[in-house]
């Protein structure tokens, strides 16, 4: 079955930029996400990118995706200690029952800032 | 900005009763969601429901558990008999019908089975 995978921790300093990285291994996958989840909150959509792309920027997120190595990355420039989170990547292949679709996450990295 | 509400955030229960777990997915939208996140563990989809019935569902959602969208706003999670091994964060989402916009996740409810 499908699959994604992520590494656990990242630390950083504030100001630096961090980047979190994600394999999957379906490759059907169209559209793929990165959601953040903050302590006791529950999952925000960063942002997303269909397949045919191979690069999206929104303000300082940017995500790179290599579909021929099924690698995923967000970078977050200048990082702030608010940004300080599980950041999990997340998958879907082409739609799955009348419009519904199934996502697959990653376990989730903890991305922790130093001021 | 629309939310997506569930309640209670935490819920205690003993092994063996039944539990209901409350979403009011964002208004619009068409398609609702059950996922958990065990502790350490993946968040996993159970099931997704479109126009009064379960659209897909995954081998973890058995004979125990059933969804609901018993009004027009309310969709409900309920666990039967719970186990020990159903503690876990329950997260609702509700979705437009296109999968670029992804899901609206809801802040989850925290279950614990004593």
């Known amino acids: 079955g499908e699959d994604v995978e992520q590494s656990l921790f990242l630390s950083v300093r504030e100001g630096d930029s961090s980047v979190i990285n994600c394999t999957y291994t379906?490759?059907?996958?169209?559209?793929l996400y990165w959601y953040k989840q903050e302590p006791g909150a529950g999952l925000q959509l960063l942002t997303y990118?269909?397949?045919?792309?191979d690069m999206k920027q929104d303000q300082r997120l940017t995500v790179l995706l290599n579909k021929k190595d099924k690698h995923l990355s967000l970078r977050i420039a200048d990082t702030q200690t608010g940004d300080s989170a599980i950041y999990f990547c997340?998958?879907?292949?082409?739609?799955?029952?009348?419009?519904?679709?199934?996502?697959?996450f990653g376990k989730g990295t903890k991305l922790s800032v130093i001021p | 900005e629309p939310e997506v509400t569930q309640t209670p955030s935490h819920q205690v229960t003993q092994m063996g009763q039944e539990v209901i777990l409350r979403c009011v997915p964002i208004s619009n939208h068409l398609y609702f969601y059950w996922y958990r996140q065990i502790l350490g563990q993946k968040v996993e989809f159970l099931v997704s429901f479109y126009n009064n019935e379960i659209s897909e569902k995954s081998e973890i959602f058995d004979d125990q558990f059933s969804v609901e969208r018993p009004d027009g706003s309310n969709f409900t999670l309920k666990i039967r008999s719970t186990k020990l091994e159903d503690s876990a964060m329950y997260f609702c989402?509700?979705?437009?019908?296109?999968?670029?916009?992804?899901?609206?996740f809801g802040s989850g409810t925290r279950l614990t089975v004593v």
């Open positions: 997340a998958e879907t292949a082409i739609y799955s029952g009348a419009g519904s679709y199934q996502l697959t």
């Open positions: 379906d490759s059907s996958s169209t559209y």
């Open positions: 990118i269909f397949s045919n792309m």
């Open positions: 989402a509700s979705s437009e019908a296109v999968a670029g916009g992804g899901y609206t």
